[in-house]
């Protein structure tokens, strides 16, 4: 039982001696760790290098918080777990995330609020308020920064990956995927969608198969086929791409959703392989049918030996009735305990059935799906709670911005193994989410993080790396001298 007062809770005893909590303590912050990662942010100029190219229609005179400043507060309330406007009002003052701001702490000087967040996503401006509606011309210049930020958000995120790469690629496979985003209010253009059993969005996103590296996020309305927009969307990634890096070869890979004719001739006229998985129909039923039930009497005598059992083959010359010419279609047939079943993957590829199924088709279970799966679930970009369309979008892009961090992140530490794969739940336990005393003067912001620390030694050699991944990419070498003074 807890008995309490104003100031004190009496939760219990410990032999003889009474165990209090009480909130009279020195200012005590939770999540130092994120340090880290803004010394890889800052190294980079990751957020830097992205606030000025924002279109922002507030008025210079009267702006108190910076683009750079709003987008920094956004990007580590999400990677710290707060990711909703509201949580604002707690780390405004918390003096971790004015350090994160570059603002010194003080309780006086607060950060953005959540009405001031909000604000921004929808570019919102108090100019010629005093006009009527329909003669403000700087409603225009909201409405053109709205579309503008996300178009200019999505080609900084293929720049951002170009230039983290320490060496020129020799082939690229682009991951593209539909993935379901549950409203629960009447967001604009959210829809009711009767195979995911809900009210969503549907947006789209693309990531580098090899990093896991967000290259595109676009939002879109709850009810669109799962390809819509694929083209458009694939297109400025792909010639970004090779104008970087000319001669690169790339592959785009997807599910059935994406196995439509206008991405397969995109993909054709663009000189750019494709694996997509394809849904099944009559004819191909027919061309495995042989196969189907050779498996199965295999199964019949060996399966006690053999419980899976799969046959991969090429079906010669199918050429749906929307297709121009025939396209290359692998089949993988199977019989397992559960029963049997066929999947279909259309190509332009030259592997071999089995290889270009395992090899190219099936690595899409670690990336796009651990990807979206880490977004959602690690960084709860699935929580777009505003009214308009634009501003859940960029709201999404904002997330996918904050999930950049987290890939460059273990690429920074690829040589630390206890963290070097470990998805964000992982990285907050671990690195982020660490209490320090903060004591502040005119000299000096100092954190005091306990001297207990379990993973205290794992963090110190996760900066470093850090620091030596910026110095390497910046073409400065070894990490600063400064960093050999810190304890191991």
Known sequence: MV???????????????QVLLTFDGEQVVSDAGLLAVRALDKGLGVIAELAPRLPDPRSPKYVEHSTEAILTQEVYQILAGYPDFDDARSTRTDPLFQVLADVAPDPAKPLASGSTL????????????????????????????QTQRLKDLNAYLVELFIRTRREAPAEVILDIDATDDPVHGGQTLSAYHGYFGQHQYFPLKVFDAASGFPLAVWLRPGTVHASCGATDTLRPVIAALRQAWPGLRITVRGDNGLAVPQVYDFCESQDVRYVFGYATNDVLERATAQALADVKLYYAFYGRREPHVQRF????????????????????????????????????????????????????????????????????????????????????????????????????????????????????????????????????????????????????????????FVGRLSGRGAAPAALAGLPM
């Open 3 to 17: 008995a309490a007062n104003n100031h004190q809770l009496t939760l219990g005893r410990v032999g003889s001696q």
């Open 118 to 145: 909000a604000r921004f996503q929808y570019a919102y401006t108090r100019r010629q308020a005093e006009l009527p509606l329909e003669e403000r011309p700087v409603l225009r210049e909201i409405d053109h920064a």
């Open 313 to 468: 083959e090429e079906i010669a010359g199918y050429q749906a009735g929307t297709w121009p010419h025939p396209r290359r279609v692998v089949a993988k047939i199977e019989h397992t305990p559960q029963g049997s079943q066929r999947r279909f993957v259309v190509t332009d590829r030259g592997e071999g059935p089995e290889e270009l199924y395992r090899n190219w088709y099936v690595p899409r279970g670690a990336v796009p799906e651990q990807p979206i799966g880490e977004m959602k679930n690690g960084l709860q970009s699935d929580r777009l709670s505003a009214c308009g369309f634009r501003a859940n979008a960029f709201r999404l892009l904002v997330h996918a911005l904050a999930y950049a961090l987290v890939v460059l992140f273990r690429e920074a530490v690829a040589a630390v193994p206890e963290v070097a794969r470990a998805a964000v739940g992982t990285l907050r336990q671990r690195l982020w989410k660490e209490g320090a005393v903060v004591r502040v003067n005119t000299r000096r912001v100092w954190l005091q993080v306990s001297a207990t620390w379990p993973y205290r030694e794992l963090w110190v050699r996760a900066y470093t790396a850090v620091q030596e």
